[in-house]
């Protein structure tokens, strides 16, 4: 590297400087003392042969080419951060430890038996699980909360990050037993939302599927009652509310001893269920087995 090339100190020395305009308040947020800092920036300008600053007796205001210097600087410290946050997960999965995010239909109805297996085959692991929805299981790849993800395969996931297809997750409708699904037989989707309906808030993966199928037939639900969480769901239609329309994968969080599924002839759609992790990086060991193993289960189950 040439000599003359600024250290990672550098450019923290120089953008504290330029935000903070004296020398004193910069030092103290450096932790470093006002005189070592001040000759720090010289020695930086004697190096670039150029004035970052002009200085008085009161304050440091940077000239054009330190403001210039600065934004290279926060690029350059953005950068630094964005590595080392990329090795420390590197280091935490060679430390064997896995963040996973999910649905909370997968987490509760795919996750348990998939996790029961992997752990007997990697017993030195620690598993972190975040059950969220769609929009917050990609929040959390896209911020290094979590490692991999389970989500649907929504528009917005398959733009921002990395999709693992794994699994068909067909609709069915759920009711009460003696409700408008009593008898037991092929239902329309037409026939279906024209029942009173609870279904799941805009912003979830099922809601966004939904739509989408209503729109093939050119019909816009209203719903009875619109929920955020599968259980309020399964327990609106125990007491016989009305139904709702639901992927396979979330029936295990209702209570379907006091309910009953019928099949949907036209709903069109299926939701993908996928892996999903930040685009353009690697996979850690750790993850990578993970994910192997899922497919692996899957494969074997189906």
């Known amino acids: 590297m040439n000599r003359n090339t600024p250290s990672i100190a550098d450019f923290q020395a120089a953008l504290t400087v330029s935000e903070s305009g ?15 800092l001040s000759r720090q920036i010289a020695a930086l300008e004697a190096r670039l042969g150029t ?47 896995l963040t996973i995010a999910g649905l909370p239909s997968v987490t509760a109805g795919l ?34 909360r979590a490692d991999i993800g389970f989500t649907a395969g929504t528009m917005s996931a398959r733009m921002r990050l990395t999709f693992h297809p794994l699994m068909d997750d067909p609709f069915v409708a759920v009711g009460a037993p003696q409700g408008p699904l009593s008898e037991d037989r092929v239902y329309d989707l037409a ?30 639900i209203s719903p009875r009652f619109e929920v955020a969480h599968l259980a309020t769901a399964g327990a609106l239609v125990a007491v016989n509310l009305g139904i709702t329309l639901l992927p396979t994968l979330t ?51 189906g």
């Open 111 to 144: 996750l348990p038996d998939l996790l029961a297996s992997f752990t007997l085959a990697h017993p030195d692991i620690d598993l972190r699980i975040i059950d969220a929805l769609s929009g917050s299981v990609v929040e959390a790849i896209e911020t290094g």
């Open 191 to 220: 026939e279906l939302i024209d029942m009173p309906l609870i279904a799941m808030e805009p912003g979830t993966s099922v809601r966004e599927l939904l739509d989408g199928a209503c729109q093939r037939l050119e019909r816009v």
């Open 51 to 97: 004035r970052l600053f002009d200085r008085d007796t009161r304050n440091v205001t940077p000239t054009t080419s330190g403001l210039a210097f600065a934004k290279l600087a926060e690029r350059m410290i953005n950068t630094s951060m964005d590595v080392m946050a990329e090795f420390d997960a590197h280091l935490s999965a060679s430390n064997g430890r």
């Open 251 to 301: 029936l295990p969080v209702l209570p379907m001893g006091r309910l009953v599924q019928r099949p949907i002839s036209d709903f069109g759609a299926k939701r993908r269920i996928g892996l999903v992790h930040q685009p353009g990086r690697s996979l850690s060991p750790t993850a990578s087995a993970f994910l192997a193993h899922v497919r692996r289960h899957l494969m074997a189950a």
């Open 22 to 36: 004296t020398f004193r308040a910069a030092s103290e947020a450096l932790g470093m003392s006002a005189s070592a």
